[in-house]
């Protein structure tokens, strides 16, 4: 298991944001060798005014000594300024965090202590809910016959070191470690419900090679340069702001390694009979995604957003899922499920009354008579698109 | 020198994991090795928990303070010497401490101390002390925050033997 290892820290402030961000690992033998910092952060919180914000989402490891010290600071500026109020905002993936900081918070009630990453993704409650298991499972059960052969035209290879960020239930990584014999897998994923179910399928397989982990893909434990393919796969299309979770893949990829990621053009989503409604369902869907700020059309985009990140040597290509790939029933049943998620659940929870709640639905029902109309054709377009990390 | 083998220790059922021994005199000149020690031990055993980032970033955490409640206290020249073992989600850390009377009175009445009533206002205490960080929060921090099980024995009067048994991961195999 490859763990980021720090025995030493790093501090810094944004003044726009009034944010106090510390980073790395703080276990010093007396309080005195972690005085720049405590004087900087008393500095800062001096200076705010409003709220005051300390961030140690990637403070990975902090002693009693450090502790003490920086809980003495936020005391004493609670004394000192009750116009300033603090906010620390932690990870829940970084275990010790909440233990120590919630203490803190029950000992000074002004000091508020929240976890950064529960509200941080916006259709996070959508796709964290363990009913998206099974459009996950469905959704890679098609794509991977496509992938499969697509993956080594981006530089996938045996023997490699791989990442699978948002790995969802974790079949992906599965079958990349079936298909490619790769050294060593990790999965990381934000949804314990899906993580669960992926350890469980690991452990049926009898699959020891990947290592599925809970994580912020944002702000990764991950160690720098560390793997030679990192995938990311419909999921920056599920965050409003994808650059940050583009530059963490970056990060962990090594130098002349690929970060490939796959993402989805809803509106394009087609089919035949009935071709109007469906197409009009599909573009709702953009905007209802739209809505709650994500972006469901950010497959065409994928190039530019990878070269904005730092990547060369874009390769980029599209394919379609169609009900003509196995059995159409399977394309059905993935509409099944997109109708049951974005009509009865994100739909509703927009506030959109019954009769655009009955069109809407109605596009789906449509999308699946035409996957399983004895002359119909339904398809669903995905973009791939890999990067190299300069070297 | 102490001289305590582990393996006189009983392990009731309890697979072995990792163990070493240290001269306490390498340990009384270098406080880093504290992080060393938790980091190496913590990635090295936590590569097959359901979770092993999360497992290894907290075992860190409670290995840390234990070892550096042992420099705090180590006084005496000998082998300092660290075992961990495993029985399902139990992990069990066995520490031999050369230490004199005093420090073994340290060990003995702290462990006594945790499982006051009034144990968790003391951690919260220590924790948020203005004075100098009382040597006792490490293990008051395992007993309370950690829900750990501590045992304690005085070997002779030349040593200690401090058992944490914690419990990380709920339902671990």
């Known amino acids: 298991m490859a763990v980021a290892v720090s025995t030493s820290y790093e501090f810094g402030y944004d003044e726009n944001d009034q944010v106090f961000t510390l980073a790395g690992s703080m276990r010093p033998k007396d309080v005195s060798e972690i005085d720049a910092c405590l004087d900087a952060l008393r500095a800062c919180a001096r200076q705010a005014s409003g709220m005051f914000y300390v961030n140690v989402r990637r403070l990975l490891q902090s002693n009693n000594v450090a502790f003490n010290g920086l809980a003495s600071v936020l005391m004493q500026v609670c004394r000192e300024r009750p116009d300033v109020n603090v906010t620390i905002t932690m990870s829940s993936v970084v275990g010790w965090t909440p233990r120590k900081f919630n203490a803190l918070r029950r000992k000074i009630p002004r000091i508020d202590v929240v976890e950064y990453d529960k509200d941080f993704y916006p259709g996070q409650s959508f796709v964290e809910d363990s009913s998206f298991v099974s459009v996950l499972r469905k959704q890679t059960t098609m794509t991977w016959r496509h992938e499969k052969h697509i993956l080594l035209r981006h530089g996938m290879g045996e023997g490699m070191k791989i990442a699978d960020i948002c790995c969802g239930i974790g079949d992906f990584a599965l079958l990349l470690f079936r298909e490619f014999n790769p050294t060593y897998v990790v999965a990381l994923d934000h949804a314990k419900a899906s993580l669960d179910y992926a350890r469980k399928m690991a452990r049926e397989f009898n699959v020891t090679g990947v290592e599925y982990v809970y994580g912020d893909a944002a702000e990764m434990l991950l160690p720098n340069g560390e793997f030679d393919f990192v995938t990311c796969r419909h999921s920056l299309q599920v965050f409003d702001r994808p650059e940050r979770i583009l530059s963490e893949l970056f990060r962990i990829c090594k130098p002349g390694g690929r970060v490939y990621v796959s993402n989805e053009k809803n509106s394009h989503c087609l089919g035949e009979p009935r071709a109007d409604s469906i197409q009009w369902t599909y573009n709702e869907v953009a905007k209802l995604w739209k809505y709650f700020n994500m972006d469901i059309e950010i497959g065409p985009k994928s190039r530019r957003l990878l070269l904005d990140a730092g990547f060369e040597d874009i390769r980029m290509e599209s394919f379609m899922v169609t009900n003509l790939d196995g059995d159409p029933e399977e394309f059905a049943d993935v509409v099944r499920t997109w109708k049951d998620m974005f009509a009865d659940s994100m739909a509703k929870e927009r506030g959109d009354d019954d009769a655009f709640i009955r069109k809407f639905k109605k596009g789906f029902d449509d999308h699946i008579f035409a996957a399983l109309h004895p002359k119909g054709y339904a398809g669903w377009p995905i973009w791939v698109a890999s990067g190299r990390r300069p070297l | ?173």
């Open chain 2, 1 to 173: 020198m102490t001289d305590f083998q582990m393996d006189s220790l009983p392990d009731d059922g309890f697979r072995p994991l990792l163990e070493f021994d240290l001269d306490t005199t390498v340990l009384n000149d270098q406080w880093v090795y504290c992080d060393f020690m938790s980091s190496f031990v913590a990635n090295m055993v936590s590569h097959n928990r359901a979770d092993p980032f999360m497992f290894s970033n907290l075992l860190s955490a409670t290995l840390n303070e234990l070892f550096e409640t042992v420099y705090r206290t180590r006084k005496e020249a000998g082998q300092f010497r660290f075992r961990m073992l495993r029985k399902g989600s139990v992990d069990r850390i066995t520490m031999v401490v050369p230490c004199g009377r005093d420090e073994q009175q340290f060990y003995l009445k702290t462990v006594e101390e945790i499982r006051d009533p009034g144990a968790s206002d003391k951690y919260l205490e220590l924790l948020f002390s203005d004075d100098e960080l009382d040597r006792r929060i490490g293990l008051f921090e395992l007993a309370i925050s950690y829900k750990a099980q501590m045992s304690a024995v005085a070997l002779e009067d030349k040593a200690v033997c401090l058992t944490v048994d914690l419990v990380i991961e709920q339902g671990a195999d």
